[in-house]
Every structure is written in structure tokens, then in C-alpha cells.
């Protein structure tokens, strides 16, 4: 091939996806059993500053502002040549994924910083969650996506945020409300007896399925229970590694790269 990666996470998918865009065959092995990494368990949320989704909705930051909030949050751990990368790269990577893959997320308008009374935080325009996903359009693939957390779902149920959640705390104070909750918690259990679990995924687990949709779109392979055993070495950088698949051990040799995800 010509990347190996080795990790279902986000990093991984997202590695494995740009390089398949780009027109490398790409090979992604995985540990485990199931795909997505402590990605899928996440809240599925990212925090990039600068990004279209925040122009789109006249959020302007002021110059420099998110580099402050960074240096104050980090204080000693601050690494301005890595700060200065994720500002630069990180708005190109969102509009790169937004606009060629079925990775999309949507941005709250009010979403505060942690620490929005501090040097360089804003009240919102930075953080953003992964859009829903039809989990049927992973097809077979479904049940090999990681499970979110128990502690986040209700009944098995994976829930959205913002306005999702309001109506689930008010589902005895309004009727409409009720509604929503009553249609929500039909249309899961009717997934959990057709497919054997939620087919709407939301937060980490949308981002993880999202990310194997746009892999699938983009034939890459993946390899499940299928560890790397070994980094091979050749005269001056690694060319590949050694991979426990079906039973065997399998050298993949990549030719431009492996990437540890």
C-alpha cells in the first residue's frame, strides 16, 4: 500500500481519509474488534477557532485572540510552533472534510469557551459537534462501530445536544416536548429490534461513523482484530510493519508512510 494506518480513532480515520482523497491506497488496521476508537465513546465535539462555521454566522475574533486564550490556558505546557500549526491547520482541515466528505458538524451560536472571562476567550464560535448520523448508511459495517458509552445514552438511546436534551428534560412540563420524546424513544426501539441497536448516531459516535462513511467512499481498507506486532525498518525510516491478520502474520509494506494513530 501506500500509507498504513494503524488506529480506527479520529486521528487515524481522518489520516487514512485525507491521504485516500488524495489518491494513495491506504490500509487501516485496528486492534480491536470494532472500529472507532475512544473516538466513538467521545462527546464528539471539537474546539478549532477561525473555522467558516463561526464567519458563516458573523463571528469575527479579534486578531491574536485564540493564541492568547491557548498560552493562558496551557501556561507552561504552551508550545507556540504547535499552537501557531493547529490555528493555521486547523479551519483548512474542517473546510477540507466539510466540503469533500460526508463529515459535517454544526456550530451553536452561544457555546462558550471554559474560560470565556479569560485573556483571548470568546462566547462561542469555537466549538462545535458532530452533525447526527443514519448509521444504515454504514450498512454491515454498523455492527462493527464501537458502542458509545452506557453512562450516555438513555435506554441505549444516544442523545443529540442542545435542544435534544431540553426536550428530554421537560418531557412531563410540555406537551410538546412529550411529543418529541415519545416519537424519539419509538423510532429507537423499533432500530434496537430491526438492527439490534440505535440507528441515530450522535457525538463520538456520529464522528467515528461519519469518518468510516468518508473512508468507505474512499475505498479504504480496513482490517479489524489485526494488531501491528512490529514497526520494519529499512537502511533509513520505516517502510511498513509487521501485522497479525486471520491468523497470520502479514508484512505491509508502505510506501510512503506509516502513521501511528
Known amino acids: 500500500v501506500d500509507v498504513l494506518v494503524v488506529g480506527t480513532g479520529a486521528s487515524g480515520m481522518s489520516a487514512a481519509v485525507t491521504a485516500a482523497f488524495n489518491g494513495l491506497q491506504v490500509l487501516v488496521v485496528e486492534k480491536e ?9 467521545s462527546g464528539g465535539w471539537l474546539w478549532i477557532p477561525g473555522t467558516r462555521l463561526a464567519t458563516e454566522q458573523g463571528i469575527q475574533e479579534p486578531p491574536g485572540a485564540a493564541k492568547a486564550y491557548l498560552k493562558h490556558e496551557a501556561t507552561t505546557h504552551f508550545n507556540e510552533k504547535r499552537v501557531d ?17 460526508c463529515v459535517q458538524f454544526d456550530m451553536p451560536a452561544v457555546f462558550p469557551d471554559y474560560h470565556a472571562e479569560e485573556i483571548g476567550g470568546q462566547p462561542g464560535g469555537r466549538s462545535m459537534v458532530t452533525r447526527p448520523f443514519d448509521g444504515r448508511e454504514l450498512g454491515p459495517r454498523i ?42 424513544l419509538s423510532k429507537h426501539f423499533l432500530d434496537v429490534l430491526r438492527h439490534g441497536r440505535g440507528m441515530t448516531l450522535t457525538n463520538g459516535n456520529a464522528l467515528a461513523g461519519r469518518l468510516a462513511k468518508a473512508a468507505m ?12 506486532t512490529k514497526l520494519v525498518t529499512e537502511r533509513d525510516g520505516v517502510s511498513g510493519a509487521m501485522v497479525e491478520h486471520e491468523g497470520k ?8 508512510g506509516v502513521v501511528l494513530a
Open 33 to 41: 474488534a470494532r472500529y472507532g476508537g475512544t473516538t466513538a465513546r
Open 143 to 184: 455492527k462493527q462501530l464501537a458502542p458509545p458509552l452506557p453512562e450516555l445514552t438513555v435506554f441505549g438511546m444516544m442523545l443529540g445536544s442542545g435542544p435534544e436534551i431540553r426536550h428530554f428534560m421537560k418531557a412531563f412540563k410540555s406537551f410538546t416536548s412529550f411529543i418529541y420524546v415519545a416519537k424519539r
Open 217 to 228: 467512499d474512499h475505498n479504504v481498507t480496513l482490517w479489524l482484530s489485526s494488531p501491528v
Open 85 to 101: 500549526a493547529f490555528l493555521e491547520n486547523g479551519p483548512k482541515a474542517i473546510e477540507f472534510f466539510t466540503r469533500n466528505t
Open 249 to 256: 502474520t502479514i508484512f505491509v509494506r508502505a510506501k510512503q
